[in-house]
């Protein structure tokens, strides 16, 4: 693991700038997720509505969203989008979708690329192993970023729901 390390700080000027770039990218390009972000809501909503008219569920409380850290193993970066009373159980009647922000996630197996290239430069030998824990570093990285297009996916949500509301009163 000591080697994983050297590994990670050799890298960390190569991952500072790919998280500027990347941020500078999310920033102008966000919207392209907001779709496929309000189907899944939508999709959480209408589920969990189902599970109170049934009573085997309490009030929305919280929005919440997983990284499945297998998905950095297998390739298929989803996240769990789930829904929660106040209580946040996690196991009963848990409404939950998986999807994937292809956005985010777009170029890992490119920048996976130019990580190796960096560290051939350097070191004669890298094994696989170092390569996964350094892909776990960059998801993170990937996953905090996620969340700041998050915020402004929520604005979004909220700013348009407000102009539909003023609509709606004005045409009552």
Known sequence: MMRCKELEEYIQEYCSERRKIKWEYLDKHYSMLFPAFVENLDILIKNWCGEQNDKEQDKIRYLIFQ??????????????????????????????????????????????????????????????????????RILLDDWKLFFKVLERLSSKIADDYWILSAFQSETK
């Not at 193993?73 to 994937?100: A, Q, R």
């Not at 350097?122 to 996964?132: A, D, Q, S, V």
Request: hydrophobic content about 30%; overall charge negative.
């Open 67 to 136: 990284r499945l850290r297998t998905s950095g193993y297998t390739g298929t970066y989803e996240i769990s989008m789930g829904l929660s009373n106040s209580m946040l159980y996690l196991d009963e009647y848990m409404s939950c979708v998986y999807w994937k922000p292809n956005l985010i996630y777009e170029n890992i197996n490119s920048d996976m690329e130019n990580v190796r290239k960096k560290l051939e430069q350097k070191y004669i030998r890298i094994e696989e192993y170092e390569l996964l824990y350094l892909k776990q």
